[in-house]
């Protein structure tokens, strides 16, 4: 099956995906009037104030927005009534397609992009509404033009940052959902060649075609987009065309949606595939009514006739419940989970075989936010040299003693090091940063480089620990960092990271560092019978993140933490591990430590980690198949894989890392502008070098075209 990255292959893109790609962005904004990609001959993005012709007007583009489905969106306005619209422009590139196939899909694209009653009557049943469908009569491009839903979203986007929707939400988008598809299944409808039709299929229902508009009082409204019969003719033909849906595949791809909207992600984090609605484990267990109308809804168990008996079927739902249907052990660690009989999972396999429409969703919902996820990239300043104002001065700035930004600083980037870099970033200006260290007596009491930059000692800081601030300080994150815990990890023999299934939670690394699990068999029978042996950093910084995040703070195990679990350097604990593996014996160890130190070794397994009942999250990714690594991959090979910056979004041992800065105007803003350095591109891919974890994905990785472009 094609992947979205395969789309314009004619196209030398050097991130392999031309329409996502930021040079066309970049070329329009650097070079007036230009029409193609200077690197590849992508068509470049419209410019501002570029003005589109229809036959209702004509609108003048305001700003690129971003990405979504097969079309790249602007803001615009009408110029007669200065109205708001979204234009999505949609590309017919002369490299893939001819010029017979040019003509007819804009013909087509004329006759039916956008749809609406045929009585004309005007009510809301949450479809977007079309004012226009424009194609280009010379150039390769066509213009849906759009009413703007204000304060709207992707579900996508919304599923990215806000997490798992409750079971109560998602019957509301089900409801939501369900009363538009019966409007477009039944109604008599016109598209805009006059023609009309009773019903149509959306035929492209997935998270990044529906929007989510949320008013203050938390209420929320889905309106559904991009439906097929207009979106799939900008698919290039070498490309597998999806066969015509039908409106029971609109049932199905609403209940796909809804599940990872429950279940608060599309893919396993594990495998890196979407998440398979017939694996029980991959389902939330707090409303079983819910999830056994879902099941008919995706054609797991009988389907439902049509949209309206789906709909009457889910109002009748009796509230959602609490009811667990795994069976727990005395230890609370294994789970035992009702399976599908045998039949049911084959009429799963065959309902899914059958989803002749739903190619397109699959295809695009591998990874909801990929058609997006370089826009912040693509915003940002390029280069240090670009950063305008950078005042004149000598500034000293602190963080921590063995703090990671203390550590990474030290450490070779682009045949020099970053500190070295970084202590005069632009040579043009004659502003230098200077970095001096502090330690902290005990990081509950004043947090000593904070303090610094409170009593005007120091410039700025740079720090995780910022729970002490004043309001007279300013924070800004350029980063993010992360605790890694790993077990002893030999990939010839059975090990403890195979056993544990290359992952842990919070609870039991809580019970594991203050002493109440002492033997790995009490998180599973399954484990050796083996004394666990708790290590730590000996860093402070990352032992407050710990205490932080899996201790919550909790005095009581502060304090059997601090009694039962030795401090260790965390090369000298992965040397250990290796010691012990060497000598042929299976070592019960457990430890963590900072990314910068512990993702480019292998004596280690890095495991995954989950929070509650939430999945397992594996952030390090092998390089090669993009996906998350697993205990049968050969972590020896350091440059095979990588920190996937989407991913880590949701790792429960995440966290930013700021620059604080005084508020007061009358100094000079050497923090801010330190600050906003380091949140170039040039600021970012540097950073990712020496371990810290980017604030936006970069095309491909480190390595890529993205960093090397950058002086």
């Known amino acids: 099956m094609a992947s979205f990255e395969s789309f314009y292959q004619e196209y030398p893109c050097s991130y392999n995906s031309p329409l996502s790609c930021d040079r066309p962005f970049q070329t329009a904004q650097q070079i007036k009037g230009a029409k193609f990609c200077l690197e590849c001959g992508f068509p470049a993005t419209l410019p501002?104030?570029?003005?589109?012709?229809?036959?209702?007007?004509?609108?003048?583009?305001?700003?690129?927005?971003?990405?979504?489905?097969?079309?790249?969106?602007?803001s615009g306005i009408q110029l007669k009534d200065k109205q708001p619209v979204i234009i999505k422009e949609y590309l017919l590139p002369n490299r893939c397609f001819n010029e017979s196939e040019t003509l007819k899909r804009k013909e087509t694209f004329k006759r039916v992009g956008g749809i609406s009653l045929a009585d004309s009557r005007i009510q809301n049943f949450r479809l977007v509404e079309t004012k226009e469908a424009i194609a280009d009569e010379k150039g390769e491009r066509c213009y849906l033009i759009t009413k703007g839903i204000e304060s709207s979203q992707t579900l996508g986007k919304y599923l990215i940052?806000?997490?798992?929707?409750?079971?109560?939400?998602?019957?509301?988008?089900?409801?939501?959902?369900?009363?538009?598809?019966?409007?477009?299944?039944?109604?008599?409808?016109?598209?805009?060649?006059?023609?009309?039709?009773?019903?149509?299929?959306?035929?492209?229902?997935?998270?990044?075609?529906?929007?989510?508009?949320?008013?203050?009082?938390?209420?929320?409204?889905?309106?559904?987009?991009?439906?097929?019969?207009?979106?799939?003719?900008?698919?290039?033909?070498?490309?597998?065309?999806?066969?015509?849906?039908?409106?029971?595949?609109?049932?199905?791809?609403?209940?796909?949606?809804?599940?990872?909207?429950?279940?608060?992600?599309?893919?396993?984090?594990?495998?890196?595939?979407?998440?398979?609605?017939?694996?029980?484990?991959?389902?939330?267990?707090?409303?079983?009514?819910?999830?056994?109308?879902?099941?008919?809804?995706?054609?797991?168990?009988?389907?439902?006739?049509?949209?309206?008996?789906?709909?009457?079927?889910?109002?009748?739902?009796?509230k959602e419940d609490h009811v667990n249907s795994s069976v727990r052990s005395s230890s609370g660690s294994q789970v035992v989970e009702k399976r599908l009989p045998m039949p049911l999972i084959l009429l799963g396999i065959l309902a899914l075989l059958l989803l002749g429409g739903g190619i397109l969703y699959w295809l695009l919902g591998k990874k909801t936010d990929s058609p997006n996820q370089y826009i912040q990239w693509s915003r940002l300043v390029r280069n240090f040299s670009e950063v305008p104002n950078v005042p004149s001065g000598q500034f000293t700035y602190t963080g921590e003693k063995d703090s990671t930004w203390s550590y990474v600083l030290t450490q070779p980037v682009d045949n020099s090091r970053l500190g070295d870099l970084l202590t005069r970033p632009k040579p043009d200006a004659t502003a230098t940063f200077n970095y001096e260290s502090v330690l902290s007596a005990n990081l509950n009491n004043p947090i000593k480089s904070i303090e610094e930059v409170q009593t005007n000692k120091k410039d700025f800081a740079i720090t995780s620990l910022v729970n002490q601030i004043t309001d007279k300080l300013t924070k800004k994150t350029i980063a993010y960092d992360g605790l890694i815990v790993f077990v002893a990890f030999n990939k010839r023999d059975s090990n403890l990271a195979n056993a544990l299934g290359g992952q842990i939670n919070i609870e039991q690394l809580r019970q594991i560092y203050t002493g109440k699990i002492t033997n790995w068999q009490q998180i599973s029978s399954k484990l050796p019978n083996l004394p666990v042996k708790p290590f730590a950093p000996t860093e402070p910084e990352a032992i407050s993140k710990f205490q932080e995040i899996v201790l919550k703070n909790a005095p009581q195990d502060e304090a059997l933490f601090t009694a039962k679990v030795t401090k260790l350097d965390t090369t000298k604990t992965q040397n250990q591990i290796r010691s012990e593996t060497l000598e042929g014996r299976t070592t019960g160890i457990i430890s963590f430590g900072i990314i910068s130190k512990t993702w480019k070794q292998c004596t280690g397994y890095p495991l995954a980690i989950a929070d509650g009942k939430k999945s397992a999250i594996q952030p390090l990714f092998q390089r090669r198949d993009r996906r998350s690594i697993n205990p049968s991959d050969d972590l020896c090979q350091h440059d095979d894989y990588y920190v996937d910056v989407t991913t880590f979004q949701s790792y429960p041992l995440g966290y930013p890392i700021f620059v604080v800065y005084p508020k007061d105007s009358s100094r000079l803003p050497g923090g801010s502008t330190f600050a906003q350095m380091l949140t170039t591109r040039q600021g970012q891919c540097l950073l990712s070098k020496v371990g810290l974890v980017a604030l936006q994905p970069m095309p491909d990785d480190i390595n890529s075209y993205a960093c090397k472009s950058v002086p």
């Open 48 to 74: 501002q104030e570029a003005e589109i012709k229809g036959s209702q007007g004509t609108y003048q583009i305001a700003s690129f927005v971003g990405v979504r489905g097969l079309g790249r969106l602007y």
């Open 161 to 318: 940052e806000k997490g798992a929707m409750t079971s109560t939400d998602v019957r509301e988008i089900l409801n939501q959902g369900l009363q538009t598809l019966q409007f477009l299944h039944t109604q008599k409808l016109r598209f805009p060649s006059n023609q009309t039709q009773l019903g149509i299929t959306h035929g492209n229902i997935n998270l990044d075609s529906t929007l989510i508009k949320v008013e203050n009082n938390q209420k929320f409204s889905i309106y559904f987009c991009d439906l097929a019969i207009w979106e799939n003719l900008f698919i290039p033909p070498i490309i597998a065309q999806p066969a015509p849906a039908r409106p029971e595949q609109d049932l199905e791809s609403l209940g796909l949606l809804a599940f990872y909207l429950w279940a608060g992600r599309t893919t396993n984090f594990l495998s890196n595939q979407p998440l398979d609605p017939r694996d029980n484990q991959q389902w939330p267990d707090t409303d079983s009514h819910l999830k056994r109308f879902l099941y008919r809804l995706i054609g797991l168990e009988t389907p439902f006739e049509n949209a309206e008996a789906a709909r009457q079927a889910l109002l009748q739902l009796p």
